[in-house]
């Protein structure tokens, strides 16, 4: 089946170390996109991309970085950099030709740093 | 740019009693206007949207929403609910003609009670 592929679901880590999530789709979706949920804050976009070897900041992106050297994949590292970095992140994508803003989202990973 | 708010951040209601979640955007442009719906420890799922047409769009679960441009609001209704309505719901708004990224709101969390 088609869809967004999140791993690990629960990661768990010591403060100032570096964490990378991943994303993977087969949904041939040219656009991705992380996200950060805390509770009562809904959702808010750290890092896009709209085509492969290409990106951007979005809202919060200090303290994270991103790779999109293929169109299936978007790793997102979490930095020690990242004051609070305790969260759900979620990644999501938009198939082309779609220009609405419709977004199809991954499970999520819940990131404990303690 | 645009902005979403869910008026309300918790709405507890009975079992077969009907429900209204509150969301109002503001843009300068039009706008493509959608409803998530997220279960615990999940990611969000597409409940609905609004993309042009008809100001009132529907869900096969019993939700609908009706865009009220003079309002600016797009409120999600459930005429009866049920235990499994449960969740946390979210409104997302994107600006047509631009990037399509969209803008979430906080959410609000339905809460069914028996």
């Known amino acids: 089946d088609g869809g967004i592929t999140q791993s690990p679901k629960y990661l768990f880590r010591k403060e100032g170390q570096n964490v990378t999530l991943s994303c993977e789709q087969n949904?041939?979706?040219?656009?991705m996109y992380w996200y950060r949920q805390d509770p009562g804050q809904g959702l808010r976009l750290i890092y896009y991309?709209?085509?492969?070897?290409?990106?951007q900041k979005g809202d919060i992106a200090e303290g994270y970085s991103v790779s999109r050297e293929k169109k299936e994949s978007f790793p997102l590292t979490v930095t020690s950099a990242q004051k609070n970095p305790t969260a759900f992140y979620l990644c999501?994508?938009?198939?082309?030709?779609?220009?609405?803003?419709?977004?199809?989202f991954g499970e999520g990973s819940r990131l404990t740093v303690l | 740019a645009q902005s979403v708010t869910q008026l309300d951040s918790q709405v507890p209601v009975f079992e077969e009693a009907p429900v209204e979640l509150r969301c109002n955007y503001s843009s300068s442009v039009s706008v493509y206007l959608f409803w998530y719906v997220q279960y615990p420890n999940q990611g969000l799922q597409l409940l609905l949207k609004y993309l042009s047409g008809s100001t009132l769009v529907e869900s096969i679960n019993g939700f609908e929403a009706e865009f009220n441009k003079s309002q600016t609001s797009f409120h999600l209704r459930k005429p009866s609910v049920h235990i499994s309505d449960t969740a946390e719901y979210f409104c997302?708004?994107?600006?047509?003609?631009?990037?399509?990224?969209?803008?979430f709101g906080r959410g609000t969390s339905l809460i069914v009670h028996p």
């Open positions: 949904l041939n979706h040219d656009a």
């Open positions: 991309s709209q085509i492969v070897n290409d990106f």
């Open positions: 997302a708004v994107s600006a047509s003609g631009g990037s399509y990224i969209p803008t």
């Open positions: 999501a994508s938009s198939p082309p030709g779609l220009a609405s803003g419709e977004l199809f």
